[in-house]
T-cell receptor
Framework: SAVISQKPSRDICQRGTSLTIQCQVDSQVTMMFWYRQQPGQSLTLIATANQGSEATYESGFVIDKFPISRPNLTFSTLTVSNMSPEDSSIYLC?????????????FGPGTRLTVL | GENVEQHPSTLSVQEGDSAVIKCTYS??????FPWYKQELGKRPQLIID?????GEKKDQRIAVTLNKTAKHFSLHITETQPEDSAVYFCAASLPVNEKLTFGTGTRLTIIP
């Protein structure tokens, strides 16, 4: 399986500010994804982080609000911009497609964000 | 795009009994169906998965069945234990974009 780390694990931020979340994997992966999980809810895909090109965003999510970078096959960042209390959520990095098999997808530990 | 429905939303089972969680999907082209277990405050953990060329898969007390014709798949947990208490999510993936679409989750409570 994969060892996935995320930083920070949690943060409390003021509205109007931005937070960048980092995701690091211990091996090269084909696909990296960013999800949001609001309290008591399911997992919602924000975007697919593409190595060397712009991320692919899902309906309802835009690059200006959630800019994503993926400079190589083991690292990605998600920025939550101009935050409001509605952005309070858990943000999870997820990876797929590596030595463990092309389908199996693993999740990072998540970043718990609270916006005041 | 793909749509996944999951039932029930909550399930309480006596310890030792079996639990069954069901999901349906909308796109017949979906070919990969994982199940995740999420304990409180933890990340989702993959517990079992199945591909569309297989009808059933078992791993100790956990099994998943897939009915492609009806477009539904189910998670079966036998001899339930207190540590099985968690939220379970099903998901489906299309081969064209490999994105996982998740169900809404089932909160399983095992009653000692």
């Amino acid at each position: 399986s994969a060892v996935i780390s995320q930083k920070p694990s949690r943060d409390i931020c003021q509205r109007g500010t931005s937070l960048t979340i980092q995701c690091q994997v211990d091996s090269q992966v084909t696909m990296m994804f960013w999800y949001r999980q609001q309290p008591g809810q399911s997992l919602t895909l924000i975007a697919t982080a593409n190595q060397g090109s712009e991320a692919t965003y899902e309906s309802g999510f835009v690059i200006d609000k959630f800019p994503i970078s993926r400079p190589n096959l083991t690292f990605s960042t998600l920025t939550v911009s101009n935050m409001s209390p509605e952005d309070s959520s858990i943000y999870l990095c997820s990876v797929r497609g590596a030595h463990w098999g092309t389908d199996t997808q693993y999740f990072g530990p998540g970043t718990r964000l609270t916006v005041l | 795009g793909e749509n996944v429905e999951q039932h029930p939303s909550t399930l309480s089972v006596q310890e030792g009994d079996s639990a069954v969680i069901k999901c349906t999907y909308s796109d017949s082209a979906s070919n990969y169906f994982p199940w995740y277990k999420q304990e409180l405050g933890k990340r989702p953990q993959l517990i079992i998965d199945i591909r569309s060329n297989v009808g059933e898969k078992k791993d100790q007390r956990i099994a998943v069945t897939l009915n492609k014709t009806a477009k539904h798949f189910s998670l079966h947990i036998t001899e339930t234990q207190p540590e099985d208490s968690a939220v379970y999510f099903c998901a489906a993936s299309l081969p064209v974009n490999e994105k996982l679409t998740f169900g809404t989750g089932t909160r399983l409570t095992i009653i000692p």
